[in-house]
């Protein structure tokens, strides 16, 4: 089986720009979640996506969003970019949760 | 306030030994524990997991002890392989929190040969 994927990998964006990342679970994995992992904080649950649902969320502003499609690729947006919002963007994708498979990352610059 | 601490930000082993990577978690709600190895510029790379009604998991040279009365677990690899050279992570969730794990901040293991 394919692993999951993430688009871009590398990303340069502007302060108060937007930025979209989308990634692809595991063939037949329904369920997929997002995390910002920094230096400091380590790595720090965003959002969880089941079947087109929303069924968790992590303390991140409403500035960071997502979605995910029938197909089960998911979206996360971060609107009005700030200098803090530079990290790896990680996509991990699951049967029903818990056990997790990471995709590669997206890494987000903001200047 | 940290749920998952992984007090040791490093180790340093020799090849063929023992390496013990250990986890402390402070949730009594958590029900599910996983270890991921990372590599820089990757993501993390599911490893080994254990569920809360078992006290030991095993998978080739990993094996994975849960302590629930002293909110403790670990990781053992034996034997140690320079390959294993790597960032390993600890995470826990709980049965009420779908796709949310928790994760400690991480121990770097260097295999020496």
């Known amino acids: 089986k394919a692993g999951v994927t993430q688009t871009p990998r590398y990303l340069i964006k502007t302060r108060g720009q937007q930025v979209t990342l989308s990634c692809s679970p595991i063939?037949?994995?329904?369920?997929v979640s997002w995390y910002q992992q920094t230096p400091g904080q380590g790595l720090q649950f965003l959002f969880e996506?089941?079947?087109?649902?929303?069924?968790n969320k992590g303390n991140f502003p409403g500035r960071f969003s997502g979605r995910q499609f029938s197909n089960s690729r998911s979206e996360m947006n971060v609107s009005t970019l700030e200098l803090g919002d530079s990290a790896l963007y990680l996509c991990?994708?699951?049967?029903?949760?818990?056990?997790?498979?990471f995709g590669p990352g997206t890494r987000l610059t903001v200047t | 306030d940290q749920q998952v601490k992984q007090n040791s930000p490093s180790l340093s082993v020799q090849e063929g030994r023992i390496s013990i990577l250990n986890c402390d978690y402070t949730?009594?709600?958590?029900?599910?524990f996983l270890w991921y190895k990372k590599y820089p510029a990757e993501g993390p790379t599911f490893l080994i997991s254990?569920?809360?009604?078992?006290d030991k998991n095993e998978d080739g040279r990993f094996t994975v002890f849960l302590n629930k009365s002293a909110k403790h677990l670990s990781l053992h690899i034996v034997p140690s392989q320079p390959g294993d050279s790597a960032v390993y992570f600890c995470?826990?969730?709980?049965?009420?929190?779908?796709?949310?794990?928790?994760f400690g901040k991480g121990t770097k293991l260097s295999v020496k040969p």
């Open positions: 991990a994708s699951s049967f029903q949760g818990n056990e997790q498979y």
């Open positions: 063939s037949g994995h329904r369920s």
């Open positions: 996506y089941f079947s087109e649902t929303q069924r």
């Open positions: 949730n009594s709600m958590f029900d599910y």
């Open positions: 254990i569920s809360s009604i078992k």
């Open positions: 995470a826990a969730a709980d049965g009420g929190s779908q796709g949310n794990l928790i």
